[in-house]
C-alpha cells in the first residue's frame, strides 16, 4: 500500500523557517505537490515539482519564500518555508501523481494524499 509520509512540521515564531519533507513508501510518482489547509478555509495548492527533472510550480503567494525540492537518491520531496507569518498556520499536506498530466494546482489531479504535518506559526 502506498503511502505519503510527511514531517517537519511544528510550532514556530514569526520570522523563523521550516523544512517539510514527505516520503513516499514502494515507489516514486511523476509528480508531487504540497497544499495547505487552515482550519475554516479550503485547501489550497502551494507549490509541485516534476520528479523527471526538478521542473517547479508555485502559487503567486508561494513565490520567494516557498522552495520546493527532491532528493532522487531518498525519494523525498521537501518544501523549504522562509520568514514564516501567522497565516501560514495551517496542516500541510503532501500530494503524488502517477502521470505528469494536468494542471499543477489542481487537486484533482493527484491520487494519493498524505495526512499532512501541521505548521503553526505563533506572532
Known amino acids: 500500500q502506498v503511502q505519503l509520509v510527511e514531517s517537519g512540521g511544528g510550532l514556530v515564531q514569526a520570522g523563523g523557517s521550516l523544512r517539510l519533507s514527505c516520503a513516499a513508501s514502494?515507489?516514486?510518482?511523476?509528480?508531487y505537490a504540497w497544499f495547505r489547509q487552515a482550519p475554516g478555509k479550503e485547501r489550497e495548492f502551494v507549490a509541485a515539482?516534476?520528479?523527471?527533472?526538478?521542473?517547479?510550480s508555485y502559487t503567486d503567494s508561494a513565490k520567494g519564500r516557498f522552495t520546493i525540492s527532491r532528493d532522487s537518491a531518498k525519494g523525498t520531496v521537501f518544501l523549504q518555508i522562509e520568514s514564516l507569518k501567522p497565516e501560514d498556520t495551517a496542516n500541510y499536506i503532501c500530494?503524488?501523481?502517477?502521470?505528469?498530466?494536468?494542471?499543477?494546482?489542481?487537486?484533482?489531479?493527484?491520487?494519493?494524499w498524505g495526512q499532512g504535518t501541521q505548521v503553526t506559526v505563533s506572532s
Open positions: 500530494a503524488a501523481a502517477t502521470f505528469d498530466r494536468g494542471t499543477y494546482y489542481y487537486g484533482g489531479n493527484y491520487y494519493y
Open positions: 514502494g515507489r516514486t510518482f511523476s509528480r
Open positions: 515539482i516534476r520528479w523527471s527533472d526538478g521542473y517547479t
